[in-house]
């Protein structure tokens, strides 16, 4: 973006800003932050500045910038509107606000100016911020439409649980907005579209899900522990789940209160002495005979040998805490034929 920009915004503002009266002039660069302090200042406290109301300030501010749109020195900036124009068609028609004045300039001051010619350029449209995107500057309705749309569409599409990865995200995202013109359609502008959403989120490990989800939305312990056990594939002792979020996460995780977190979490299940999966993998919580009570609910008499093998996928244990579970008739019965099933 600054490769691409070959003006200096502090330098077309000073030009513009001197078709307006002083007072004008002032209460803009107030607003905007223009001055020698890129602190902006509120209407409230620019009317306490005159000794007028919070009205009559945006009054003068909007007459101010309305002559300056009506101005000869204002229309002979047309080249620098076009280029500006041209940046932001080159980084896909749509980009969040933060970025591209970090594109512009790391200098707020600058970025200031920056604000004040997106504002006065009838070419450019400024969505505000919300509860579903940041504030962000497009060129063209039509593929702001589309763009905002697909982004609410893969919202959607996600439950609150998923993660994904950015390329599959970015391959449900493109697949909405198949209908755009070629050349906005590519990863790097969709990523950046990305950025304007506060729908979706990415989490430490680089997965995508909806943005206020715990597995996007890493706030402690727990949540730092699901990630790193759902990276892992497989059931992880505490000890190796404590270890991972040093790993992964350069967090420090004391193994006996990473052990209380995995405890006190439904999202966990104890598999095994220490052994810990996610209840998301079809593990069901209880001690073993409430393991094979869920398994002849669900479906019927069953042998021995079938009842140790569905049980095995439940837990890490040996066959004889089976067996012996299996001999309480309290719980269970066998018939003749060598099934077991629930005793009630």
């Known amino acids: 973006m600054s490769a691409a920009i070959t003006f200096k915004p502090k330098q077309v503002t000073k030009r513009i800003l001197v078709v307006l009266p002083d007072r004008a002039r002032e209460v803009v660069t107030n607003r905007y932050g223009l001055g020698k302090s890129p602190n902006k200042m509120t209407l409230e406290a620019i009317g306490n500045k005159y000794g007028i109301t919070r009205e009559r300030v945006r009054q003068i501010e909007n007459a101010a910038l309305a002559s300056i749109r009506k101005s000869d020195i204002f229309s002979n900036e047309q080249p620098t509107l076009n280029e500006l124009s041209s940046a932001i068609d080159s980084l896909g028609g749509i980009v969040a606000e933060d970025e591209l004045m970090e594109l512009v300039s790391r200098d707020a001051s600058a970025q200031n100016h920056m604000l004040l010619l997106l504002d006065l350029g009838d070419e450019f449209n400024k969505e505000k911020e919300g509860d579903e995107f940041k504030s962000y500057w497009y060129t063209d309705n039509d593929l702001q439409n589309t763009v905002s749309k697909g982004l609410k569409n893969v919202y959607k599409s996600l439950s609150y649980e998923d993660l994904v990865s950015e390329q599959d995200l970015l391959s449900r995202f493109l697949g909405e907005v198949k209908d755009l013109n070629k050349k906005y359609r590519n990863d790097d502008n969709a990523k950046r579209w990305l950025m304007i959403s506060k729908m979706l989120g990415k989490n430490p490990l680089g997965e995508w899900g909806v943005a206020e989800s715990s597995n996007v939305k890493v706030k402690g312990m727990r949540d ?117 099933s629930l005793a009630k």
């Open 224 to 340: 730092y522990a699901y990630l790193a056990i759902k990276k892992h594939g497989s059931p992880m002792h505490f000890t190796e789940v404590s270890k991972a979020i040093g790993d992964f996460f350069a967090r420090k995780a004391h193994t006996a209160t990473c052990h209380n977190e995995l405890i006190k979490d439904p999202r966990f299940v104890l598999v095994g002495r220490g052994l810990y999966a996610l209840r998301e993998w079809g593990y069901s919580s209880g001690v073993v005979k409430d393991v094979i009570s869920e398994i002849l609910k669900k479906n019927g008499p069953l042998t021995r040998e079938d009842i140790i093998s569905k049980v095995r996928k439940e837990r890490y244990i040996k066959d004889n805490t089976i067996i012996v579970n299996l001999q309480n008739r309290n719980f269970f019965k066998v018939n003749k034929k060598g099934e077991y």
